[in-house]
């Protein structure tokens, strides 16, 4: 053994007789005997793996600041201080689910350069006053039972115009616009090809090719779909057009009246004269 370097007093220790066991501490009892004690004999200091293992193991967690830290399986805000868990506390390798993470209500609580990917669920209104860009397609979905329209507000918002698509729509169409505007009172024409251009709103219509069943007399055309050969068109109102039966050959057109056809008498010879006797029926040519 080895003294201290200074030792005010005279001290003796008069060990034990013999060795302890494995793991025994030496005790003095205040008066200079040694003895031999285990560490489960509830001594203050003696060797141990965990502070669980001490009998006084609550004071000891108070006294180094630990508090209940050492006995929990997890650790949560109460346990911390100010009673908040910072970025720094949370291991990057975390992997917390989203089912852990609150929903965020707040306005302004998510960037705009937030949201990279995925759809916007729900019946989520977005409201802003920059502008909307995407270089994807713009798509303004149905609800499964209507079509829903595209809509530009006025001024004040009070009212608004829009588009909509037909209730059902066969096959997809996507009409291309002009390039530039045109001329007032022109009109839009497509080439049957989704191609859209400016055209006068006067167009040629060709009767030939352009008009298939009846054209109507007040737009230029005869009001017939067909006729009697050899008959004359007349009005059969005041805006139809019909066919007269075919006419005799060298005989007399005459007047049937009012929404009537005309008539023809039957051929006439050389030097007759025509007789019309007070019966219609008996219109005739006589020597």
């Known amino acids: 053994f080895k003294s ?7 001290k003796i ?5 013999a060795d302890g066991t494995n793991g025994q501490l030496l005790k003095t009892d205040g008066s200079g005997s040694l003895s031999w004690i285990s560490a489960t004999g509830g001594g203050d200091l003696f060797a141990a793996n965990n502070l669980s293992d001490l009998a006084n193991a609550g004071t000891a967690r108070t006294n180094l600041g630990l508090g209940t830290l050492a006995t929990n399986s997890a650790v949560t805000s109460a346990l911390i201080t100010d009673g908040t868990i910072v970025d720094a506390d949370i291991n990057a390798s975390a992997a917390i689910a989203d089912t852990k993470l609150a929903t965020i209500s707040t306005a302004g609580k998510v960037s705009g350069s937030a949201i990279t990917s995925g759809t916007i669920g729900g019946s989520t209104v977005v409201a802003t006053s920059g502008q909307l860009s995407s ?15 595209l809509r530009f507000g006025d001024n004040d ?5 829009g588009f909509k698509a037909p209730s059902t729509v066969t096959t997809n169409y996507i009409w291309t616009l002009p390039a530039a505007d045109s001329t ?21 219509v060709a009767l030939a090719s352009g ?4 054209l109507p007399v007040g737009n230029g055309g005869t009001g017939l779909t067909g006729g009697t050969s050899g ?4 009005f059969s109102s005041g805006s139809t057009l019909a066919s007269s039966a075919a006419l005799t050959t060298n005989g007399v057109v005459l007047g049937g ?3 009537a056809a005309p008539v023809a008498t039957a051929a006439g010879a050389a030097y007759q004269t025509l007789r019309i006797p007070s019966l219609d029926s008996h219109r005739s040519f006589w020597n």
């Open 4 to 10: 201290p370097a200074n030792v005010t007093t005279n």
């Open 157 to 161: 918002d009070s009212h608004y115009v």
């Open 231 to 234: 008959g004359v068109p007349y």
């Open 184 to 204: 007032s009172g022109f009109v839009l024409s497509t080439d049957g090809s989704g191609s859209l251009s400016w055209i006068t709103n006067s167009p040629t």
């Open 135 to 149: 270089t994807g397609n713009i798509r303004v979905a149905g609800t499964g039972v209507t079509a829903t329209d």
């Open 211 to 214: 008009v298939s069943g009846t």
């Open 257 to 259: 009246g009012a929404g």
């Open 13 to 17: 220790w008069t060990l034990p007789p």
